[in-house]
C-alpha cells in the first residue's frame, strides 16, 4: 500500500494539508500551529511527541473524532478467546510506586499513550494503562537526573505504569514506558530503564511492541512483524554513538498460534482502514539476515516513495526505540532474556508529494487515526507468542 493525501481524504474524511484538522486535535502545539496556522517551525521531536502524547480518549481525541472519519475503543469488540486462554487481570500490584517491579515470565513493554490504550484493552481487561495502572517511579530521582527537561518522563514524573496479567501458565507484566530513545536527550537513560526493569521483572522473554511506519508498500495499514532482530539507523543526534548502526539477535519466534491470532483480529479489524484490501497479515522474521528486521531510526523518520530517508533494504518497520532493549541484551550477555519486537503497521509507505514536512503531517494523522486500531492487531499477536510459550 501506498498511501497519498487522496486516500487520507477517502479513508479519514480530510486532506491534512489543504483541510488540516484544528489546533483542539493536537497533542502539541508547535506542530498545531505549524499544520494550521502555517506559523511554526517544528522540529523532528515535535512530530514524535505528537504520535507519542496523542490521546484519542482526551479532549484533543474526542476533536479529532469529531473532524475526522476515525473511531473510539469505545467501538472495540470484545476478542473470542479460546477456552482457557482469556488474559486474566491481575490484582492491584502490591508494594509502592516507588519500589521495584514484581515478578513474572513475561515483560511487555509498549510506549504511546495510544498504544498503552489497545495493549491494555486486550491483555489487561478492565484496567487502563492512563487511568488504573500503577505509576513507576523507581529510581526515577536518579535515572531522571540525565533527562532533558520537557521529556514527557520528567513532566509527568514518573518512569511509566504498569499492571501484570496471566496468560495461560504466563505471570505477565506489562508496562507503558513513559522513557523514549527519541525524548529523553543525549544520555539515554532509557537504556537504564530498560536494564532496571528487566532486572526486576526476571523474564524468560521481553517483547517490546506498539506502532510503526511500513518500509515498502507491500504493507497494509494492521498489519504485524514479529521480528527477534532489532537495528539501529542512526543518522542524526545518535549518529557518533558506537551502536549508531549496530544490529541485534535473538531466538526465533515461536509461531504456532500465530493463525489463530490472525482469526482473532477479526472481531476488530472492520475499524482498519476502508481500503485495505486483505486481512492484516503476521510477517515472521528469522534471526539471520538484515533485509527483514525492525529499524530504529534517531530521526522522525517514515517510507516514502522516493526512498527519502533511505530506510528501504533495511527492515520492515521504523519506529524509534526498540534496538535500545538489543543493546541492553548485547549488555547483559548470558543473562540476557530472549526478546521480540512485536510492532504493527500504523501508517504505510507515503507518496513522495508534496514536502517532506507535509508528508510527515500525512504519516502523523494516519497514526492518529488507526494506530490503536492497529495496537490492537499487535497486542493480540503479544498474546500468541505468550500463548505459545507453554
Not at 499513550?113 to 517511579?137: C, I
Not at 508496562?175 to 543525549?186: A, E, I, L, R
Not at 539507523?233 to 558506537?242: I, L, M, Y
Request: proline letters at 6%; a positive charge; aromatic letters at 8%.
Amino acid at each position: 500500500m501506498r498511501v497519498d493525501r487522496k486516500w487520507v481524504q477517502r479513508n479519514i474524511g480530510f486532506d491534512p494539508i489543504t483541510n488540516p484538522p484544528p489546533s483542539e486535535t493536537f497533542a502539541v502545539k508547535s506542530v498545531a500551529k505549524a499544520a494550521v496556522e502555517r506559523t511554526a517551525k517544528v522540529a523532528p521531536e515535535d512530530f514524535q511527541r505528537e504520535i507519542i502524547d496523542f490521546d484519542s480518549e482526551s479532549s484533543a481525541g474526542r476533536e479529532f473524532m469529531a473532524f475526522s472519519t476515525a473511531t473510539g475503543l469505545s467501538r472495540f469488540a470484545d476478542i473470542p478467546w479460546p477456552k482457557g486462554l482469556a488474559p486474566q487481570t491481575g490484582a492491584k500490584p502490591k508494594g509502592k510506586s516507588n519500589g521495584p517491579l514484581p515478578r513474572g515470565d513475561v515483560l511487555v513493554v509498549t510506549w504511546t499513550v495510544d498504544e498503552g490504550h489497545a495493549l491494555s484493552r486486550v491483555l489487561t481487561p478492565g484496567k487502563d494503562s492512563r487511568n488504573d495502572y500503577v505509576p513507576y517511579t523507581h529510581n526515577y530521582a536518579t535515572i531522571s537526573q540525565k533527562m532533558r527537561n520537557g521529556c514527557p518522563a520528567k513532566e509527568l514524573k514518573r518512569l511509566g505504569t504498569y499492571w501484570t496479567t496471566k496468560i495461560g501458565k504466563k505471570k505477565v507484566v506489562i508496562f507503558k514506558s513513559d522513557s523514549h530513545m527519541s525524548q529523553d536527550g543525549p544520555q539515554l537513560p532509557n537504556i537504564d530503564v530498560w536494564r532496571q526493569i528487566i532486572e526486576e521483572v526476571q523474564p524468560t522473554l521481553v517483547i517490546t511492541t506498539g506502532t510503526a511506519g511500513g518500509i515498502g508498500k507491500q504493507f497494509e495499514v494492521g498489519d504485524v512483524i514479529v521480528s527477534p532482530v532489532v537495528r539501529f539507523d542512526c543518522t542524526a543526534k545518535f549518529k557518533k554513538q558506537p551502536f549508531a548502526q549496530d544490529h541485534y539477535a535473538s531466538k526465533s519466534a515461536k509461531a504456532t498460534r500465530f493463525a489463530q491470532a490472525k482469526t482473532l483480529f477479526k472481531a476488530n479489524s472492520g475499524q482498519l482502514p476502508k481500503e485495505n484490501t486483505r486481512a492484516p497479515k503476521i510477517v515472521v522474521v528469522k534471526p539471520s539476515g538484515l533485509s527483514s528486521s525492525v529499524v530504529t531510526t534517531d530521526f522522525f523518520g517514515f517510507d516514502t516513495s522516493d526512498n527519502h530517508f533511505k530506510l528501504q533494504g533495511l527492515g520492515d518497520v521504523s519506529e524509534m526505540g526498540d534496538a535500545i532493549l538489543g543493546l541492553v541484551a548485547k549488555d547483559m550477555g548470558a543473562k540476557a532474556p530472549r526478546f521480540l519486537a512485536i510492532r504493527n503497521v500504523s501508517d504505510p509507505q507515503i507518496k513522495a508529494e508534496g514536502t517532506i514536512r507535509q508528508q510527515a503531517q500525512i504519516a502523523a494523522q494516519i497514526y492518529k487515526a488507526f494506530g490503536r486500531w492497529s495496537s490492537v492487531c499487535s497486542a493480540i499477536t503479544c498474546w500468541a507468542s505468550i500463548v505459545a510459550e507453554g
